[in-house]
Antibody, heavy 121, light 107 residues
Framework: EVQLVQSGAEVKRSGDALRISCKASGYTFSNYWIGWVRQMPGKGLEWMGIIYPGDSDTKYSPSFQGQVTISADKSINTAFLQWSSLKASDSAMYYC??????????????WGKGTTVNVSS | YELTQPPSVSVSPGQTARITCSSDDLPKQLVHWYQQKPGQAPVLVIYKDTERPSGIPERFSGSDSGTTVTLIISGVQAEDEADYYCLSADISGSYGLFGGGTKLTVL
């Protein structure tokens, strides 16, 4: 069974660094894109970016380019989302999802349960 | 680049719900649809415009008409009440983009 298990909820302060994780199982991690989606409280889904663990090729939404870093460690089948300096506006639920490439677009077919990040100012 | 969805759609049980997703670039990119219920992660219900993942009821289908793609839920049931999002990509396939979401209310 394909599964994505995300790390637990985080409570941080503005300016803190943070890395959250998403551990994959049940498939060959290196062969699929994996990425992150943000959902701010009461708002819609926002596509942040994806990484191909096989060669670390990474794609970011222009809205998130330079704001976060997406990485992956093939040796432990885990993807990461990282901030160097959190802002209160980063408070949100973050989902990881395995992505499939389909003729110029990507879609997430398997999702984690989400990681809540709460940043106080 | 934007994907436009109606904020809300309401239907009675047993009726057909149609949720649209529109953009000038859609004829060149595939669209995928997600269902999200409160407190839960999104679930893929339609991919590549019209394909249905295994385990998704047959009442969910998709249609494509130029700059507008439609999620169709036939014979709506109370359990279908949820937020629905379309997902596509920019014209170069460099990044993904969600529509703003549509709240489906089953009356």
């Amino acid at each position: 069974e394909v599964q994505l298990v995300q790390s637990g909820a985080e409570v941080k302060r503005s300016g803190d660094a943070l890395r959250i994780s998403c551990k994959a199982s049940g498939y060959t991690f290196s062969n699929y894109w994996i990425g992150w989606v943000r959902q701010m409280p009461g708002k819609g889904l926002e596509w942040m970016g994806i990484i191909y663990p096989g060669d670390s090729d990474t794609k970011y939404s222009p809205s998130f380019q330079g704001q976060v870093t997406i990485s992956a460690d093939k040796s432990i089948n885990t993807a990461f989302l990282q901030w160097s300096s959190l802002k209160a506006s980063d408070s949100a639920m973050y989902y990881c999802a395995r992505h499939i490439f389909a003729l110029g677009s990507y879609y997430g077919d398997v999702w984690g349960k989400g990681t809540t990040v709460n940043v106080s100012s | 680049y934007e994907l436009t969805q109606p904020p809300s759609v309401s239907v009675s049980p047993g009726q057909t719900a149609r949720i649209t997703c529109s953009s000038d670039d859609l004829p060149k990119q595939l669209v995928h649809w997600y269902q999200q219920k409160p407190g839960q992660a999104p679930v893929l219900v339609i991919y590549k415009d019209t394909e249905r993942p295994s385990g998704i009821p047959e009442r969910f289908s998709g249609s494509d008409s130029g700059t507008t793609v439609t999620l169709i839920i036939s014979g709506v049931q109370a359990e279908d009440e949820a937020d629905y999002y379309c997902l596509s990509a920019d014209i170069s396939g460099s990044y993904g983009l969600f529509g703003g979401g549509t709240k489906l209310t089953v009356l």
